[in-house]
């Protein structure tokens, strides 16, 4: 196991019985609100299937269920006693415990009409080797979703550190041009990058992220070796802007009362 997930089977452990109430209560987890204004993605769809990587209790095939029918889900996560919960929810087809950073090895290319990537590409080294295992497995023309702990360096709202630390977890943010730059090293097409409240701290505080909708092309995806895309630095030649950017959950000034003078 890579030594940035090594903490995180143990962690979740603690919180697993807990999890889904936090999560719809005090915490205010951005997922059930963004899927229900988002689900319209796949209305071409007569079934869908789905890869949910981090999946955790099931929250996200659980909502996506609700909003419509025809979703066959796998899913994909580092804790055991997190996908104890899942399994029993009966929203599976099939259930993998793996590390995220060890690639997705047990399934297949070309599998999935949609990846849902959520509140787990911050705990990785770097995104993009496993979001390049999601081009690798969704068709062509199928939906990414995935989330990005949010950092801005020159924005005074945005956290004040690229990388937090909880105990032997690690988050790493990522600014929106570098999300960008990510997807046009995948030849995905970007649809829009929401920028949300991803969940309320105990202290109160808002944490911001960046949510994606991106399409597969059938180009193959890129090498991202040199790219410039790295914790701690900016991309190195980037052009243009990021499709829409919305802020339509309610970010406005959640996150402003952060210490601004702390190093980032």
Known sequence: MNQMSAGIPEYYATIADLYDEAASKWSRHFAPEWIGKRVH????????????LGCGTGMVVKCLSEHREGIHAEGVDVSPKMLEY???TGRYEKLYTL????????????????????ACLEHLFHPFPCLTETYRV??????????????????????????????DLTQTGYSAAEILH????????????????????????????????????SAPAQDC?????????????????????????????CCRSHDTNSAR
């Open 41 to 52: 993605d796949l209305d071409g769809l007569s079934e869908c299937r789905v890869l949910d």
């Open 86 to 88: 899942a399994r029993a």
């Open 99 to 118: 590390d995220l950073h060890n690639g997705l090895p047990e399934i297949a290319s070309e599998a999935f009409d949609l990846v849902v990537a959520f």
């Open 138 to 167: 969704l068709k062509v023309e199928g939906r990414l979703w995935a989330s990005f702990k949010a950092f801005e360096a020159d924005d005074d709202g945005s956290p004040p550190r690229r990388r937090a630390f909880r105990g």
């Open 182 to 217: 990510m997807m046009r090293f995948l030849n995905m097409r970007l649809i829009a990058l929401d920028l949300v409240v991803g969940y309320i701290t105990s202290s109160g505080l808002g944490c911001p992220y960046y949510v994606l909708r991106a399409q597969k092309t």
């Open 225 to 253: 070796q040199g790219s410039g895309v790295i914790p701690g630095g900016r991309p190195a030649d980037l052009t243009g802007t990021p499709g829409p950017m919305t802020d339509d959950f309610g970010m406005g000034e």
